[in-house]
Each structure stands twice: as C-alpha cells, then as structure tokens.
C-alpha cells in the first residue's frame, strides 16, 4: 500500500491536536496543583472587605476624626494609614516610607490611643493585627496580646523570616473601628 499525500496531513494534523490538547491537560493539571492562599486583609475575608471597603474606609475616617493612634513599630512611627493597600510589593524595592520596619526574631510593637476631643489617653481599646507574608498565609502571625503599660499597648511579634510582610489590623474604642494596612520588610 502506497502512503498518500493527505496521509501525511492527517498525520500532521493528529501531532498538533495531540501537543494542544496535551498543553490544555497540562495547564488544568498545574492550575489545580497551585496551591490558593486567602487574603485576610482588615482581619477580614477578600469578600467582605470587597463588599464592605467602602464602609469600612468611612470608619476609618470617622475613627480618625475622634482619635489619634500612633504604631511605634521597632522606633519606626506611623499613623492609622491604609493607602499601602493599593501598592504592589515592588514599591518597598525603592525608598519607600515604610522599608525596613521589621527584623527576623523579635519585634517590639506599641501603640498608643489619644482622644482628640479631651486629650486623653485610651485605656480600654481592642487591637487586632495581623503580620502575614505577602505571597502566602501558612505564616500568618495573628498579634492580639497587648498589654496596656503606662499609657501604650505593648506587645512582641516573633518574625521567622525574611520577606516582604504585610501588617494588617484593626483598632476598636467604643464601637468605632479604625484600620490599618501598611507593606514592609525585614531588614537586609
């Protein structure tokens, strides 16, 4: 029997759907493999916060205009901020306000609440933090022992490695939440 010329193109075109259906397998198969982590941004799921950021960003503003927090994070000070929720990890790569914060192995972090009405100092706040690496959530580090010692919160975080970390959280005085979000590293 004699091999014809569509033979060859039927061959040819067999290999090419073969090698294409055998790349779609192969994507379906790495897909399913990768493993998912889930955001916990706000110490909330990705839904609610999507749902609720608006809401949750006119909290914090009301928050704001009653109270003044300060987060002492290793001699590094910042306010209530969450404008670093829009930044992608690569921005610590240049000089960025918030580089460096945290070191492998203990951190001291202390945070301090002032009424902005009557000056006074807060003593009966809930604070909620979560240090989590930016790539994944299996080394997530829930912080919510503080103790109020003269006039701060105080409490150590154990970092046990290097990387960009995300600190997220929530401050709570009488029934008003403020949040917090800031991307940082470890330093080099």
């Known amino acids: 029997m004699k091999i014809k010329k569509y033979h ?3 061959l040819f075109f067999f290999i090419i759907f073969g090698f294409t259906f055998s790349l779609i397998i192969w994507t379906v ?3 399913v493999d990768t493993p998912v982590y ?9 839904h609610i916060v999507d749902g609720d950021y608006n809401s949750m960003m006119m909290d914090n503003k009301e928050f704001l205009n009653s109270y003044s927090v300060v987060f002492n994070i290793n001699g590094h000070k910042v306010g209530l901020e969450t404008d670093d ?11 960025h306000k918030h580089r460096d ?3 492998v192995g203990e951190n001291s972090i202390s945070v301090s609440i002032k009424d902005k009405n009557s000056s006074s100092i807060i003593s009966n706040a809930k604070i909620e933090l979560l240090l989590t690496r930016a790539i994944e959530s299996n080394g997530d580090l829930d ?13 150590l975080a154990s970092v046990p490695i290097k990387g ?11 029934n008003k939440k403020g949040y917090f979000f800031i991307k940082t590293n470890t330093k080099r």
């Open 164 to 174: 960009h970390w995300n600190l997220t959280g929530k401050v709570t005085v009488n």
């Open 143 to 155: 912080i919510t022992d503080f103790k109020y010692i003269m006039g701060e919160y105080k409490t």
């Open 8 to 10: 060859f193109w039927l």
């Open 101 to 103: 914060f945290l070191k």
């Open 38 to 46: 889930e955001d916990r941004s706000f110490l909330s799921s990705y």
């Open 85 to 95: 929720i829009f930044l992608g990890q690569r921005s610590l790569e240049k000089n």
């Open 29 to 31: 198969k790495s897909a």
